[in-house]
T-cell receptor, first 109, second 116 residues
Framework: DAKTTQPPSMDCAEGRAANLPCNHSTISGNEYVYWYRQIHSQGPQYIIHGLKNNETNEMASLIITEDRKSSTLILPHATLRDTAVYYCIVRARGQNFVFGPGTRLSVLP | GAGVSQSPSNKVTEKGKDVELRCDPISGHTALYWYRQRLGQGLEFLIYFQGNSAPDKSGLPSDRFSAERTGESVSTLTIQRTQQEDSAVYLC??????????????FGSGTQLSVL
C-alpha cells in the first residue's frame, strides 16, 4: 500500500530551484520521510531524510509541514545531472523501504 | 569491497530455466534488500534480511522466488522455472542498520535478467 503520493513528472529550468512535493497524510509519529533518486540505469541514491524538522545537506533541503502530512524536497540550483526519478518514502526504523513510482524530474537547458 | 556488488550484470535465459543472482553487500552492513524493477516501472520490494532475524519475505511474488543470506555476507536470489514476466533489473541494496544509526541504502548496479 502506497503511503506517499507524488506527481508523476515535473520540469525545471537549469539553474532554478526544483521543488518536489510529496503527500503522506497517513504518516505515523514514528515514521521518517526519506528521499532517494534514481538516475537512468543506476541504482537509487540516498538524498536526505527527516522526522519533523527541516533538514539540509550538501545535496538538498527537506521541508516538512508542521502536521507532517506533506513535505517538499528542494534542489536549490538544479543542473542537467539532477534529471532523475525522485522517490519519497515514509518508513519507521526496522521497516523495509517501499518505493512508489516517484516523480520524474526533467531539468531543461 | 567499496560498494555493493552484483553478479552477473546481465543474464539471458530460456523460459523454464532456473537462475541465481548474487549480491555482495558492503562489508559490515547488517541489512540487505532485494528489489525488482521492470522496464519503465518503479522499484518493487522483494525481500529484506536484517541480521539474524527472520527475513521479511512479504514481497516475493510467487513460490518460484527464494533468497538466502549467509550471516551478514553474500545473498543469492533464486528464480525457478523462469517466466517472461520475470524479465527485469534485480537490484540489491545494503545498509548499516544499527540502533541510533539511520539507514541509508547503498544500491548495486543490478542484474538485468532477460527471459526468452
Amino acid at each position: 500500500d502506497a503511503k506517499t503520493t507524488q506527481p508523476p513528472s515535473m520540469d525545471c529550468a537549469e539553474g532554478r530551484a526544483a521543488n518536489l512535493p510529496c503527500n503522506h497524510s497517513t504518516i505515523s509519529g514514528n515514521e521518517y520521510v526519506y528521499w532517494y533518486r534514481q538516475i537512468h540505469s543506476q541504482g537509487p541514491q540516498y538524498i536526505i531524510h527527516g522526522l519533523k524538522n527541516n533538514e539540509t545537506n550538501e545535496m538538498a533541503s527537506l521541508i516538512i509541514t508542521e502536521d507532517r502530512k506533506s513535505s517538499t524536497l528542494i534542489l536549490p540550483h538544479a543542473t542537467l545531472r539532477d534529471t532523475a526519478v525522485y522517490y519519497c518514502i515514509v518508513r519507521a526504523r526496522g521497516q523495509n523501504f517501499v518505493f512508489g513510482p516517484g516523480t520524474r524530474l526533467s531539468v531543461l537547458p | 569491497g567499496a560498494g555493493v556488488s552484483q553478479s552477473p550484470s546481465n543474464k539471458v535465459t530460456e523460459k523454464g530455466k532456473d537462475v541465481e543472482l548474487r549480491c555482495d553487500p558492503i562489508s559490515g552492513h547488517t541489512a540487505l534488500y532485494w528489489y525488482r524493477q521492470r522496464l519503465g516501472q518503479g522499484l518493487e520490494f522483494l525481500i529484506y534480511f536484517q541480521g539474524n532475524s527472520a527475513p521479511d519475505k512479504s514481497g516475493l511474488p510467487s513460490d518460484r522466488f527464494s533468497a538466502e543470506r549467509t550471516g551478514e555476507s553474500v545473498s543469492t536470489l533464486t528464480i525457478q522455472r523462469t517466466q517472461q514476466e520475470d524479465s527485469a533489473v534485480y537490484l540489491c541494496a545494503s545498509s548499516l542498520a544499527e540502533a541510533g544509526v539511520h539507514e541509508k541504502l547503498f544500491f548495486g548496479s543490478g542484474t538485468q535478467l532477460s527471459v526468452l
